[in-house]
């Protein structure tokens, strides 16, 4: 009786895990770039296997976010207040070799199924965002989400490669828009978890320079 208790509680926490909708944001892009990259429809190879390694890369249990979480359990357990702290308990546990594993998976998919400059592309932007924004930039410098918003500027441009194998201006112009607009975005979401950040000692912008500041801009 108790495990049927907790398995709503467990599900609930699972599914936070995933973000469904961030995940499915990001690989709503890429698609997007899959459909502008050709007239008429793309090859439904081409969609339904970069769908899946993107999908996988992407989500929480995907290659992404290993190292980061892994960080931010450091930050978590060192800096954070409770209330983080509670949030981020349903990402302990003995997960890393499911991450992994599926890091791994994404990246043979993409390579076997769709075209070797897809899956480059791929790993190129798992280091962008888990080791050069996560880990370097994220605690250095108010900017890191400026320079750190290039690897969620992405998924247009992996979709396009997955259908072409190749990267034209076109693709390049929707990374900017998304690139332009990452930043404000994400700072308006900072506002909201400002006491959280200040007590990880994270510098983003509204901790090191203030919500005032922010609202004016």
Excluded at 2 to 20: G, I
Aim: hydrophobic share 50%.
């Amino acid at each position: 009786m108790t495990a049927l208790a907790l398995a709503p509680h467990r599900f609930r926490q699972f599914l936070a895990l995933t973000k469904p909708r961030v995940v499915s944001l990001i690989v709503f892009t890429a698609v997007i770039g899959m459909f502008l990259a050709v007239p008429g429809l793309p090859p439904a190879r081409a969609v339904f296997f970069g769908t899946v390694g993107h999908r996988a890369r992407r989500g929480r249990r995907g290659g992404d976010q290993l190292p980061g979480r892994a960080e931010d359990r450091r930050r978590d357990a060192t800096h954070a207040s409770q209330r983080r702290c509670r949030a981020a308990s349903c990402r302990r546990g003995r997960r890393s070799c499911s991450r992994a594993w599926s890091a791994r998976s994404a990246l043979w998919v993409l390579f076997r199924f769709v075209n070797p400059l897809t899956m480059w592309l791929t790993l190129a932007t798992f280091i962008g965002y888990a080791v050069v924004y996560t880990v370097l930039l994220k605690p250095a410098t108010p900017q890191n989400i400026v320079i750190g918003g290039a690897s969620g500027a992405m998924p247009p441009v992996l979709g396009w490669a997955a259908v072409t194998d190749d990267i034209a201006p076109e693709a390049l112009l929707l990374f900017l828009i998304i690139f332009i607009w990452t930043p404000p975005h994400f700072w308006s979401l900072a506002l909201y978890r400002r006491d959280d950040y200040a007590r990880a000692k994270l510098p983003m912008l509204p901790v090191t320079h203030g919500a005032a500041l922010h609202a004016a801009a």
